[in-house]
């Protein structure tokens, strides 16, 4: 009996002729009043604060992070970490008319807002904790509770409110959340929703969306794991006036890796996650699980695993034991990068809004590889060697012209450093991939 012949492994190729999902870009938060330290709260002076403008925004010399993600606020004072809310006291019941208070400042999410658009970010996620807590069960803005449903109508306002007041500040809000991580409870601002009563709370919220004029899509759900997510994104798609209502499908992944899709057609974003860890971390591949390295590995399996459009991680810069991207001086006139910072920048830097991710062939399972075709037709490739020992890798390429592409290499000793380790002949593509490192190649 003869054996069967075993297939050969594919060669390895990138098709930039085909398209998987579209990127809607690389994001990050300043909610809690972070924003208000970035802006000198705590003493970084006008020209550090545009050092870590640049660092956060700029496409040139930065990460370029195209998503700005704004905390709605609950409380009812300005202290630091905190997040004031547009609606301090009880009308005197559902029916009644709010009176809405508006300082033009959100903690200092307006004035970020405002240099975010000028540095070009067209996409402003506002999202809420909590409902005021005299919309809640429990009373508190805190220790989670949950939406009375008398006050589904009142809170839908108070969302469309607040969004109306960034538009009176020239910010379109762009995407509007109103829940975060309703299947956990946290000490600080929180609120439970299940799967139906986040459904229900869409029927009212959808409506009073379109009935307002503005130009503004729901999200839903940011649940606490992307696991967690699937069951809100399965009762929304089972309901039809839900799935109308939501425009994108938001989860995290704090509980876990990133195994399944979402199961929907609609957008679906990774909108907050950071590493674990109780002190600041700048290194690049320490074992820890919240270095650098940490960071660029779970890019690149919630944007293949997870099919994710957009990517948004937590805090952009914060102070202390910061899980945060840049931690800033308390006080004082300083600032330290991570190179968390530096894995996600790899990224976003380069792989811009309107990209789409393209199919990839790879036999060597210590390479997770992604690639991207963006709309001015340059092409880029993200490998993360995960090897211990340098490695070298050959592609066949499909689509576009290839001229000499570049290179850059991000480890413990470089930062999207140019490096002369790739290059092409014919439709062939080689690398030198650096061990335990993240080689960023773009071909225009």
């Known amino acids: 009996m003869a054996t069967p012949a075993h297939p050969a492994p594919a060669q390895p190729g990138i098709d930039f002729r085909a398209e998987l999902q579209p990127i809607d870009g690389f994001g990050f938060s300043m909610a809690f009043q972070r924003a208000d330290l970035l802006h000198g709260a705590r003493g970084l002076s006008p020209a550090k604060q545009r050092e870590v403008l640049d660092l956060l925004l700029s496409k040139d010399k930065g990460a370029g992070l195209s998503i700005l993600r704004l ?9 630091y970490d905190h997040m004031p809310t547009i609606l301090p006291a009880d009308p005197g019941g559902p029916e009644a008319t709010p009176k809405y208070v508006w300082d033009g400042w959100d903690g200092g999410q307006v004035w970020l807002a405002k240099e975010a658009k000028d540095y070009g970010v067209k996409r402003f996620f506002a999202d809420a904790w909590s409902a005021p807590a005299f919309m809640k069960t429990n009373g508190s803005e805190n220790d989670g509770g949950e939406l009375r449903p008398e006050w589904r109508q009142a809170y839908a306002n108070y969302l469309v409110q607040y969004a109306k ?28 929703f299940t799967p139906q009563q986040a459904v229900d709370f869409l029927k009212v919220l959808g409506p009073t969306v379109r009935a307002s004029g503005l130009k503004t899509g729901v999200a839903c759900c940011d649940a606490a794991g992307w696991d967690r997510q699937v069951a809100y994104t399965e009762a929304i798609e089972a309901d039809p006036a839900a799935g109308k209502a939501v425009r994108t499908i ?11 899709a979402q199961p929907t057609d609609k957008r679906v974003w990774m909108s907050e996650w950071s590493p674990d860890g109780a002190t600041w971390n700048e290194n690049w591949d320490d074992g820890s699980g919240y270095d650098g390295l940490t960071v660029a590995a779970d890019i690149q399996n919630t944007l293949t695993v997870g099919n994710a459009n957009a990517y948004v991680y937590w805090t952009g810069a914060s102070l202390g034991a910061t899980r945060g991207l840049i931690q800033l001086a308390n006080p004082g006139d300083d600032y330290r990068v991570s190179k968390r910072y530096w894995a996600l920048a790899a990224f976003s830097r380069f792989i811009r809004p309107g990209a789409v991710r393209v199919p990839v ?11 991207f075709r963006n709309t001015d037709g340059s092409r880029v490739i993200e490998i993360l ?3 211990t020992t340098e490695s070298s890798a050959e592609f066949s390429l499909r689509g576009g012209h290839d001229r000499r592409p570049d290179g850059y290499v991000t480890d413990e000793t470089r930062s999207i450093t140019p490096a002369d380790i790739v290059s092409t002949h014919g439709t062939t593509l080689k690398a030198t991939l650096a061990p335990r490192a993240l080689t960023t190649i773009v071909l225009d």
């Open 385 to 387: 060697n995960t090897a």
């Open 165 to 192: 007041f960034y538009g009176q500040e020239g910010i379109g809000i762009t995407d509007l959340g109103f829940t975060n991580e309703p299947d956990w409870t946290a000490t600080y601002a929180s609120m439970r």
């Open 250 to 260: 938001t989860g995290h992944r704090y509980s876990g890796p990133t195994e399944v």
């Open 361 to 371: 062939t790879n036999a060597d399972p210590a390479l997770q590889i992604t690639a």
């Open 71 to 79: 905390g709605i606020g609950s409380s009812t004072d300005k202290v």
